[in-house]
């Protein structure tokens, strides 16, 4: 007997686009930003550092470190205490267009610090192809888990500040 899988429809965007190439870029912006915008139900409003945390698994860090009308820069990460010194992986910087939709990974630190994928340039799709492939994973993954960064969330906010008063002392 064969099982044929139902992909709902808004699963099933741009399924027939080659990865790789700058449609399948846009594509992964597209489906990045709509991914934040449930990790991040306030994502235009949010400010400053969060933590969200689900039992059992690792805590996701949040730090907006920009933020305009249109636009938002942000850092999502993991965070390890390695050798009494704090190190964030992948330290993703993101950037978030509101106005279109799209979320777009600028740079980031894989596998233990030895890949640094900073100033890439615009011409190097497949680079970013990979790199927001991973964001789209990753993202899929939090949100799998259970992980949220709820607005006025007061567990967040105090996990934040716990964890700034940590890494002073580290």
Known sequence: MI?????PPHLQACKDIQKETFAALMDLYENNFLR??????ALGQTEGEAVSTVVGCLDLHLTILEQSKFTTLLSLSYAFNRQNRLCREPDLRIRVYHDVGLAEVL??????????LKNIPETAIIERWHLNRFLYKWLGFSLHIGHSFVADNAANKL????????????
């Open 36 to 41: 934040l915008k449930k990790l991040i139900p």
């Open 107 to 116: 740079s980031g630190e894989l596998q233990h610090g030895r890949l640094h």
């Open 3 to 7: 099982f044929e899988r139902h992909i």
């Open 159 to 170: 996990n934040s500040k716990l964890n700034k008063i940590l890494s002073e002392k580290i």
